[in-house]
């Protein structure tokens, strides 16, 4: 007798049509519905039948229809659009009318002070010019409504940094109603100006040309004027030339310019935006976004953020990220946490402060935003749980407190500044030391104290049950500071403190709960405290 093939476990139902389930609009447009997963209920099997699992698991694949993912993909789009206006990251043309005046006037003002060196140079004034040029998330045209201006002042050959830009200029400056808070941070890698001109604030570089027509000159940079540019000087140029070359590197600048916005927003609302605390500057995310633009050139407001954080919480950090088509193979990358290569040439390393707890924290946050926006099609997504402020007060118990003070705001404004470019050193110390750091960028008052002061609160982790002696590291610290004759001298008025206190000392606007912190634990299983591989693993990227 023939064998007879055993009857099925379960007979097959009359299968749904490919494509994810969509309701149609009566003007015959297809409207995603509220769950689009949802499959009809198969019917029980028939009486006789095993209630047995099959042996293998059954996989359904469904195709979803490219009309609905393309329609999702723009009410994404449309919802994060929304989101940025919500959030105020976009300015008013009133702003940006107030902004082109602010760069109308210092160029004004910059061509009135070349003519004064001039005169005290005995140098004929009407050979002397100087300009400023703007760069940075302005001249990307991705800046907000709190965003300041990074501008470069160009001067003449006789116009000296340490004296004309950061005497001479600031006292004319200073003396202009509509500026101020005016501080020097002079000894920087690159060295500036920082102050409010009719509100909004500027970072004001110098670079200081072999010529008398600087104006002149910069609007016809060439080759062999480059060579004899001082480094100080190369260095604040930099800015100018890397955002030259990101605009024309870019395919869409509108996609650009949104998604430049939508990641500052995040690395402020995430505590990574504060370069001085060793996390991103502005160029970084302008190249990472340029980066992801370049390669999905294609690609959706939605679609390019999601590819961002697809792309950089994968990232192998031992190649650096460039924009150049030809591999740099002349720079060295070792010891570099996080190399990103200015598109410029020659080809060069953007300047960071990352250490190993800022990189920590910076792999943990692209992993959360991929780990949210991993899924394109979720029912349930919400911009806002992306963009939510970082919690310190659940993620830490102890806290690095460190106050500065000075006699008047204006002394305390270039102490800080100064105080602020030394930060790193005291990362680094404490690592060390075995404690790992989390610094909150945000800038707090204590209002027990009546001399102007300003407070910083770093989130302490602790490698190992380890004492942090507060007086022993703050006599450290100030080595670092008064290492140099500017520090020496701003520190004979003004002062550091440094002491470890818990949750109750903190600030209220640092102990905000959280209103989805426990549900985002639960749902992402995101652990920032653990190890890189341990906090990636639950994503398989470990």
Not at 403 to 417: M, N, V
Not at 458 to 467: A, S
Not at 519 to 536: F, P, R
Request: include cysteine.
């Amino acid at each position: 007798m023939a064998a007879v093939a055993p009857a099925p476990w379960w007979p097959s139902p009359a299968l749904a049509p490919a494509g994810l389930l969509a309701a149609t609009s009566p003007s015959g447009n297809p409207e995603p519905p509220t769950l689009p997963f949802l499959l009809p209920l198969l019917p029980p099997p028939p009486a006789g039948y095993p209630l047995l699992p099959p042996r293998g698991p059954i996989v359904l694949q469904l195709r979803p229809n490219p009309s609905f993912l393309a329609e999702v993909d723009r009410r994404r789009s449309c919802s994060l659009l929304q989101f940025l206006k919500n959030e105020g990251a976009i300015p008013s043309p009133e702003e940006d009318k107030r902004r082109e005046k602010v760069i109308r006037e210092l160029k004004e003002i910059v061509m009135h002070w070349a003519k004064a060196v001039a005169r005290e140079q005995s140098v004929p004034q009407k050979l002397a010019t100087a300009t400023v040029l703007t760069y940075g998330s302005y001249t990307l045209g991705a800046h907000g409504p709190e965003s300041d201006i990074d501008a470069l002042c160009v001067g003449p050959c006789i116009a000296t940094l340490q004296y004309h830009f950061f005497v001479v200029l600031r006292q004319i400056l200073e003396g202009r109603p509509e500026v101020s808070g005016v501080q020097t941070v002079e000894c920087a890698k690159v060295p500036l100006m920082r102050f409010r001109f009719s509100g909004v604030a500027v970072d004001f570089t110098y670079a200081q040309l072999p010529v008398i027509d600087a104006s002149k000159a910069i609007n016809t940079f060439s080759p062999q004027l480059l060579p004899k540019i001082d480094e100080r000087s190369w260095r604040s140029l930099s800015g100018v030339r890397v955002n030259e070359q990101i605009v024309q590197l870019v395919p869409n600048a509108e996609k650009f310019q949104v998604l430049l916005r939508c990641l500052k927003l995040w690395a402020r609302r995430r505590g990574l935006h504060c370069h001085h605390l060793g996390f991103f500057a502005g160029i970084h995310l302008a190249i990472l976004a340029a980066y992801v633009c370049r390669r999905y050139p294609n690609a959706s407001v939605n679609g390019l953020f999601i590819v961002f954080f697809q792309t950089f919480a994968h990232w192998h950090w031992q190649v650096p990220v460039s924009l150049h088509d030809e591999p740099t193979t002349s720079l060295r990358s070792e010891g570099r946490l996080m190399p990103i290569v200015m598109p410029c040439t020659p080809p060069e390393f953007c300047v960071s402060n990352v250490t190993k707890s800022t990189f920590k924290k910076i792999r943990e946050e692209l992993t959360r935003g991929y780990a949210l926006t991993k899924d394109p099609l979720s029912h349930d997504f919400e911009w806002r749980w992306l963009f939510e402020s970082f919690p310190y007060a659940e993620k830490h118990q102890q806290f690095l407190r460190i106050a500065l003070c000075a006699p008047t705001f204006t002394e305390l404004r270039d102490w800080a500044g100064w105080v602020k470019s030394r930060f790193r050193f005291l990362i680094l110390k404490m690592e060390r030391a075995g404690i790992g750091c989390d610094p909150c960028p945000s800038e707090e008052i204590d209002h027990t104290v009546k001399d102007p002061n300003m407070v910083f609160y770093w989130g302490l982790i602790p490698e190992k049950i380890i004492h942090v002696d507060p007086s022993s590291l703050e006599e450290e610290f100030m080595r670092d500071v008064i290492n140099d004759v500017y520090g020496k001298v701003k520190c004979t008025r003004s002062d550091v403190t440094i002491s470890v206190v818990g949750l109750s000392q903190l600030p209220k606007s640092m102990r905000r709960h959280s209103v989805h912190w426990q549900y985002m634990q639960c749902m992402l299983g995101y652990q920032a405290t653990s190890e890189d591989h341990q906090c990636a693993g639950w994503l398989g990227l470990g």
